[in-house]
């Protein structure tokens, strides 16, 4: 869809996927996926990352589930999840060009901390690190 198309993005992609289902902890890791119409539509991750701290990530939604509310439901998912396990800080990765998710990591409080121009996914494009300290 934004022209990832390089061995390393597959890599990084499904060798993340395959790191987090390999030391999946369930009393401090979670993945929620949608599903919309029947489908698997979408999902978001939370992933241990410190004794406190927790990344999020693979918050994918398919096009056909884009505009109905269902982000901010898996994203509310995600913080209830966090909070509930007590984690201080949470953070991610993205693309400064992913606009409706960089609006929703806004409403609950995420900030940009640390951007860089990543040209190795085949298409040259800025990923910013957002914090969110609870």
């Known amino acids: 869809e934004h022209g990832f198309t390089s061995a390393t993005w597959r890599e990084y992609l499904t060798g993340g996927v395959q790191s987090f289902a390999g030391r999946f902890d369930g009393d401090r890791d979670c993945m929620f996926i949608l599903e919309y119409r029947g489908v698997p539509s979408g999902c978001v991750a939370i992933i241990r990352a410190g004794d406190a701290i927790a990344q999020l990530r693979f918050f994918f939604l398919l096009p056909e589930a884009r505009g109905i509310g269902a982000g901010r439901r898996l994203l509310g998912m995600a913080v209830d999840f966090w909070r509930e396990k007590e984690f201080r800080q949470v953070f991610l990765w ?29 298409t040259p494009i800025r990923e910013e690190r957002w914090d969110l300290f609870l």
């Open 94 to 122: 993205t693309f400064e060009t992913l606009m409706p998710a960089r609006h929703l990591y806004a409403s609950i409080g995420f900030r940009v901390t640390e951007t860089r121009e990543n040209l190795e996914w085949g």
